[in-house]
């Protein structure tokens, strides 16, 4: 039997393939026996469609020639009527042109057969129209062979039709090769999105932006306080984390985000989600927004979610829980997190529980998460560890170290360090600092150590500080430096001062004042010791009164020494007093050191002693003497017991 192949037919299957390939829906490019999927276009009848042609005027043209007893017809009648669904009408022309030699109408009737559930006779004809060169049947006919489990005989037909050109074998021939884990997926993956397959350019999408991140990050990675933590967005997450945004190390997510950008393009729902986080990830919001929202019109819940996120962080909150009821309602479970978190933020806590347990019947496990910190936020303890060991048996690392805390709070060391320890061993940096506050309580300090030096690592500010006054301890200054500047940086007022002292030791003994010297400038050491003061630290701040008044900035080492002495610090006073009696307001500064002495301060007193025996107030003199004696240091005891005695002999006198 000669099939034919004359220029006209080869025309129409590239047009088809390529409309085809611009609009049939992933879900149909991968369903059996879908018509669009392997319908062969079959030529036309020497006159030519025209555009103004209705369809019905095509069939009965093409009835027309076909009753004629013209191939080329009887051939394209049949593959009207078989996407029309008219099986019974498709099957006697397609049969016709077949038995004539026509490779389109072969392909096609194996269409037809494999719609009415005869495979293994669609397949045969598949065979003959693949074997004259109908790409569309090698795919059928690989697509066959992979669904009956004879991959050597599916990746044959399927590189027929890729080498062919043909979108979809490409696509199906990748999708074998990939499921195989072979490294030539890619290739035609590529050749398929070229030709506009949007799932192809999706998948190519995913491979290019895996490689690059494995590029970058290697191919293997994947006196305080108890830290509890809060509700944040990681316990109720947005958007999905983006792979390296274009322009960072590697150069190929560029061309990554292009594919994702031509796939949502087409319309691919989950192209546009990604697209729209790889955006949001490089601060492109409003472009990140336009994705996301295409996504989430299109069904996609995780992008109404992430959407909700980004409509939140902009102020609109009336709008963010629009999209999250929206993903909600369509069972994402971070969506009935974010509303659970909305309404437990305004107060209505029923109303947040009903959402975080809808979170959880959605498999999200961060809903028992939050109701455990709902609960204990209420202090219903009980129902709060209750919820905690549910997450934290379902592997949530966070509820793991929040029911450690819970348990350590309650008396229960020993239950608490098991839960504190899987929390660290699964990343929770919070848990393997809590494991550091553990142990230095049974005085373990070496391996309290281990653990703060772990969350250290990891960018815990308060476990650098830990590791720096060990470092100190040690005295290991470098090691102390680095991870004090690492906690300070982090905010740490006390990492601050430590390193301004730090600092402050090495600075040469000033020399002599020279009258008329120009003012000198701000030490580093002088700049942590202020931003320490800034955040309330108090003996930074008479610290930095002190650097001041050495400088010759009375009015700023007033101000530091009174903001010092306000908040308690019996130093700030005392300097505060020293300077106002230099200044000439000895009543202001005898109250300074009334607070300060009353305080415990031993020179406070001495200098109250001083005051009252000028005045000559020899009882009030005494009084104070005997707060200073008791107060020392060594010196000051001395001075104040000779002052006493001097005052006890005027008295005597």
Same mark, same amino acid.
């Given at each position: 039997?000669?099939?034919?192949?004359?220029?006209?037919?080869?025309?129409?299957?590239?047009?088809?393939?390529?409309?085809?390939?611009?609009?049939?829906?992933?879900?149909?490019?991968?369903?059996?026996?879908?018509?669009?999927?392997?319908?062969?276009?079959?030529?036309?009848?020497?006159?030519?469609?025209?555009?103004?042609?209705?369809?019905?005027?095509?069939?009965?043209?093409?009835?027309?020639?076909?009753?004629?007893?013209?191939?080329?017809?009887?051939?394209?009648?049949?593959?009207?009527?078989?996407?029309?669904?008219?099986?019974?009408?498709?099957?006697?022309?397609?049969?016709?042109?077949?038995?004539?030699?026509?490779?389109?109408?072969?392909?096609?009737?194996?269409?037809?057969?494999?719609?009415?559930?005869?495979?293994?006779?669609?397949?045969?004809?598949?065979?003959?129209?693949?074997?004259?060169?109908?790409?569309?049947?090698?795919?059928?006919?690989?697509?066959?062979?992979?669904?009956?489990?004879?991959?050597?005989? =599916? @990746?044959?037909?399927?590189?027929? %039709? #890729? +080498?062919? !050109? &043909?979108?979809?074998?490409? *696509?199906? /021939? $990748?999708?074998?090769?990939?499921?195989?884990?072979?490294?030539? =997926? @890619?290739?035609?993956?590529?050749? %398929? #999105? +070229?030709? !506009? &397959?949007?799932?192809?350019? *999706?998948? /190519? $999408?995913?491979?290019?932006?895996?490689?690059?991140?494995?590029?970058?990050?290697?191919?293997?990675?994947?006196?305080?306080?108890?830290?509890?933590?809060?509700?944040?967005?990681?316990?109720?997450?947005?958007?999905?984390?983006?792979?390296?945004?274009?322009?960072?190390?590697?150069?190929?997510?560029?061309?990554?985000?292009?594919?994702?950008?031509?796939?949502?393009?087409?319309?691919?729902?989950?192209?546009?989600?990604?697209?729209?986080?790889?955006?949001?990830?490089?601060?492109?919001?409003?472009?990140?927004?336009?994705?996301?929202?295409?996504?989430?019109?299109?069904?996609?819940?995780?992008?109404?979610?992430?959407?909700?996120?980004?409509?939140?962080?902009?102020?609109?909150?009336?709008?963010?829980?629009?999209?999250?009821?929206?993903?909600?309602?369509?069972?994402?479970?971070?969506?009935?997190?974010?509303?659970?978190?909305?309404?437990?933020?305004?107060?209505?806590?029923?109303?947040?529980?009903?959402?975080?347990?809808?979170?959880?019947?959605?498999?999200?496990?961060?809903?028992?998460?939050?109701?455990?910190?709902?609960?204990?936020?209420?202090?219903?303890?009980?129902?709060?560890?209750?919820?905690?060991?549910?997450?934290?048996?379902?592997?949530?690392?966070?509820?793991?170290?929040?029911?450690?805390?819970?348990?350590?709070?309650?008396?229960?060391?020993?239950?608490?360090?098991?839960?504190?320890?899987?929390?660290?061993?699964?990343?929770?940096?919070?848990?393997?600092?809590?494991?550091?506050?553990?142990?230095?309580?049974?005085?373990?300090?070496?391996?309290?150590?281990?653990?703060?030096?772990?969350?250290?690592?990891?960018?815990?500010?308060?476990?650098?500080?830990?590791?720096?006054?060990?470092?100190?301890?040690?005295?290991?200054?470098?090691?102390?430096?680095?991870?004090?500047?690492?906690?300070?940086?982090?905010?740490?007022?006390?990492?601050?001062?430590?390193?301004?002292?730090?600092?402050?030791?090495?600075?040469?003994?000033?020399?002599?004042?020279?009258?008329?010297?120009?003012?000198?400038?701000?030490?580093?050491?002088?700049?942590?010791?202020?931003?320490?003061?800034?955040?309330?630290?108090?003996?930074?701040?008479?610290?930095?009164?002190?650097?001041?008044?050495?400088?010759?900035?009375?009015?700023?080492?007033?101000?530091?020494?009174?903001?010092?002495?306000?908040?308690?610090?019996?130093?700030?006073?005392?300097?505060?007093?020293?300077?106002?009696?230099?200044?000439?307001?000895?009543?202001?500064?005898?109250?300074?050191?009334?607070?300060?002495?009353?305080?415990?301060?031993?020179?406070?007193?001495?200098?109250?002693?001083?005051?009252?025996?000028?005045?000559?107030?020899?009882?009030?003199?005494?009084?104070?003497?005997?707060?200073?004696?008791?107060?020392?240091?060594?010196?000051?005891?001395?001075?104040?017991?000779?002052?006493?005695?001097?005052?006890?002999?005027?008295?005597?006198?």
């Amino acid at each position: 039997m000669v099939f034919m192949g004359d220029r006209a037919t080869l025309l129409e299957t590239g047009r088809f393939v390529q409309r085809h390939a611009r609009n049939a829906a992933d879900e149909i490019i991968e369903a059996a026996g879908a018509v669009d999927a392997v319908v062969d276009t079959t030529a036309t009848t020497g006159a030519t469609d025209t555009e103004n042609e209705t369809e019905t005027e095509v069939e009965a043209r093409h009835r027309r020639a076909a009753e004629r007893g013209d191939l080329a017809a009887m051939s394209a009648l049949g593959a009207l009527l078989l996407r029309r669904g008219d099986l019974d009408g498709a099957e006697p022309y397609l049969r016709g042109a077949t038995a004539e030699g026509d490779r389109a109408a072969a392909n096609n009737l194996g269409v037809l057969l494999h719609q009415r559930g005869y495979a293994d006779e669609a397949a045969g004809w598949w065979r003959v129209a693949a074997v004259a060169g109908s790409a569309p049947a090698a795919h059928a006919l690989g697509r066959h062979h992979r669904e009956r489990g004879d991959e050597p005989a =599916a @990746e044959y037909w399927l590189r027929q %039709a #890729a +080498e062919q !050109g &043909h979108a979809l074998g490409a *696509y199906a /021939l $990748a999708d074998l090769l990939e499921h195989r884990g072979d490294v030539g =997926a @890619e290739r035609w993956l590529r050749a %398929a #999105a +070229e030709q !506009g &397959h949007r799932e192809a350019a *999706y998948r /190519l $999408a995913l491979a290019l932006e895996r490689r690059a991140t494995e590029t970058v990050r290697g191919p293997h990675e994947t006196g305080t306080r108890l830290r509890v933590p809060a509700g944040t967005r990681d316990a109720v997450a947005g958007a999905p984390p983006a792979g390296p945004a274009a322009g960072e190390p590697g150069g190929e997510p560029n061309e990554a985000e292009q594919w994702f950008r031509q796939a949502a393009a087409r319309g691919h729902r989950r192209a546009a989600l990604h697209l729209g986080a790889i955006l949001e990830h490089r601060g492109e919001l409003k472009e990140a927004g336009r994705w996301y929202l295409s996504s989430a019109k299109e069904g996609e819940a995780k992008a109404a979610c992430a959407l909700g996120f980004l409509l939140r962080d902009a102020g609109d909150e009336e709008s963010a829980a629009v999209w999250w009821l929206r993903a909600a309602q369509d069972g994402d479970g971070n969506a009935a997190n974010a509303l659970g978190a909305l309404h437990a933020a305004r107060g209505e806590q029923q109303t947040a529980e009903r959402w975080y347990r809808a979170a959880m019947d959605a498999g999200d496990v961060n809903g028992a998460y939050n109701l455990g910190l709902l609960c204990a936020a209420q202090d219903r303890i009980p129902q709060a560890e209750q919820w905690y060991r549910r997450a934290a048996y379902a592997g949530h690392r966070e509820a793991a170290n929040a029911l450690a805390v819970l348990l350590l709070q309650a008396g229960d060391a020993n239950g608490a360090e098991p839960w504190f320890s899987k929390a660290a061993e699964a990343g929770s940096v919070d848990a393997a600092f809590n494991l550091g506050i553990l142990h230095a309580g049974r005085d373990d300090d070496r391996t309290a150590l281990v653990w703060y030096e772990r969350a250290a690592a990891a960018g815990h500010t308060e476990a650098a500080l830990q590791v720096g006054i060990a470092a100190l301890r040690d005295g290991d200054e470098r090691t102390a430096e680095r991870h004090l500047r690492c906690a300070a940086g982090g905010g740490s007022a006390e990492a601050a001062f430590r390193l301004a002292s730090v600092l402050d030791a090495r600075r040469p003994e000033p020399g002599p004042a020279v009258l008329g010297a120009p003012r000198e400038e701000k030490s580093e050491c002088e700049e942590w010791y202020e931003r320490a003061a800034q955040q309330g630290h108090r003996r930074a701040q008479v610290r930095v009164g002190m650097l001041a008044a050495g400088r010759g900035d009375l009015a700023e080492a007033d101000r530091w020494y009174r903001e010092a002495a306000e908040a308690g610090s019996r130093n700030g006073a005392f300097n505060l007093g020293l300077l106002l009696a230099r200044e000439g307001s000895e009543r202001e500064a005898a109250l300074w050191w009334t607070r300060a002495a009353r305080a415990g301060h031993g020179r406070a007193a001495l200098r109250l002693a001083l005051l009252a025996a000028r005045r000559g107030e020899l009882t009030e003199g005494r009084h104070w003497c005997a707060r200073a004696v008791e107060l020392g240091p060594a010196e000051v005891a001395e001075r104040a017991a000779r002052l006493s005695e001097a005052l006890h002999q005027e008295l005597t006198a």
